[in-house]
């Protein structure tokens, strides 16, 4: 069993910064591959950006590509997500999931395990 909990979170101005956290709890976390998805009022959950086990492969949406990084630190059990020139199209609930596996996945049902997930609200 894997436990996530997603922190950091919050209310900032478009063009603003926002780092969020996934601390993972269980065995074997260098094992998970891991990602963020989303998910706005009134749409479903889509995913944001992805990274494998060993953090040296990642993909992402292309709606976030070239203003967030995905990273992780094995030795803490944490993923990040940092996220620069935010926009109120940003504005959702963020989500950490993961699932053992040694390759990147995207995919929504290729994951097992979901954190309960952080608000992020970019103003205008």
């Known amino acids: 069993q894997v436990h996530l909990v997603e922190s950091g979170g919050g209310l900032v101005q478009a063009g603003g910064s926002l780092r969020v956290s996934c601390a993972a709890s269980?065995?074997?976390?260098?094992?998970?591959?891991m990602a963020w998805f989303r998910q706005a009022p009134g749409k479903e959950r889509e995913f944001v950006a992805g990274?494998?086990?060993?953090?040296?492969?990642?993909a992402y949406a292309d709606s976030v590509k070239g203003r967030f990084t995905i990273s992780r630190d094995n030795l803490k059990n944490t993923m990040y997500l940092q996220m620069n020139s935010l926009k109120p199209e940003d504005t959702a609930v963020y989500y950490c999931?993961?699932?053992?596996?040694?390759?990147?996945?995207?995919?929504?049902?290729?994951?097992?395990?979901w954190g309960q997930g952080t608000q992020v609200t970019v103003s205008s």
């Open positions: 999931t993961a699932d053992y596996s040694l390759g990147l996945r995207i995919g929504i049902q290729e994951y097992a395990y």
């Open positions: 269980g065995r074997s976390f260098s094992r998970l591959a």
């Open positions: 990274i494998n086990w060993k953090g040296d492969s990642t």
